[in-house]
């Protein structure tokens, strides 16, 4: 029973020895910019996904294409300024950050507003 792993929400394990996840504090902040794309109109949907080096959140304008904006939380980077990247649809880095907090402002900086 001790090396039963706890997995609470959808995205971290509380026990991350060996997998790596999103941290509660990484997801919160993901989740508040992903809440104001969803209250304007413009994004739909999301996935997580996760493999040893990365952990991907990728954002959906409809369920069925392909993501428009994935933010990429790089695991084995060598670069500290490739810990967090975004990336389009065509795979072309947008921005990438050391601080996940400084690169969500990238997402500031666009345009969230409710459609009548």
Do not use: C
Request: net charge positive; hydrophobic share 35%; glycine share 4%.
């Amino acid at each position: 029973m001790r090396n039963k792993k706890i997995i609470t929400g959808n995205a971290y394990l509380a026990d991350q020895k060996k997998q790596n996840f999103f941290s509660k504090e990484e997801l919160n902040l993901i989740l508040s910019v992903y809440g104001k794309g969803i209250s304007s109109g413009k994004w739909k949907d999301y996935a997580i996904d996760s493999s040893i080096k990365e952990t991907i959140f990728s954002i959906y304008k409809h369920a069925s294409e392909m993501p428009i904006y994935r933010i990429i939380k790089n695991h084995k980077s060598r670069r500290t300024d490739e810990r967090w990247i975004i990336k389009s649809t065509s795979g072309q880095i947008i921005k990438r950050n050391k601080n996940l907090s400084y690169l969500l402002n990238y997402f500031k900086e666009k345009d969230f507003r409710l459609i009548n």
